[in-house]
């Protein structure tokens, strides 16, 4: 089994900074991809920012420039720096990992969510 536990989040003021972290434990051979993803209220989970194995990047349109993910294997760690937030990043941040288990079994989990708000 295979555990994801965030910290960060909060609520800050239009403009300011917050950072998220996530770090995976268990029967772990390989993280594939290790990311996050965010749900509003009333929205579907939609991707933010996500990093492979080789160190491919993917980012949201809505937070390019803004957001920066980083990832180290070894540590078996993700972070999220958001800068320039925006009440509408308001949403519970999922931390997202695509493992490859020892006995080479490959599934994805979730963290159990932080909540960010974005208000003033």
């Known amino acids: 089994q295979v555990q994801l536990v965030e910290s960060g989040g909060g609520l800050v003021h239009p403009g300011g900074s917050l950072r998220l972290s996530c770090a995976a434990s268990g029967s772990i051979s390989r993280i594939n991809v290790m990311g996050w993803y965010r749900q509003a209220p009333g929205k579907e989970r939609e991707l933010v920012a996500r990093d492979t194995w080789g160190g491919n990047r993917n980012y949201a349109d809505s937070v390019k420039g803004r957001f920066t993910i980083s990832k180290d294997n070894a540590k078996k760690t993700v972070a999220l720096e958001m800068n320039s937030l925006k009440p509408e990043d308001t949403a519970v941040y999922y931390c997202?990992?695509?493992?490859?288990?020892?006995?080479?079994?490959?599934?994805?989990?979730w963290g159990q969510g932080t909540q960010v708000t974005v208000s003033s």
């Open positions: 997202y990992a695509n493992v490859e288990s020892l006995r080479n079994f490959v599934a994805d989990y």
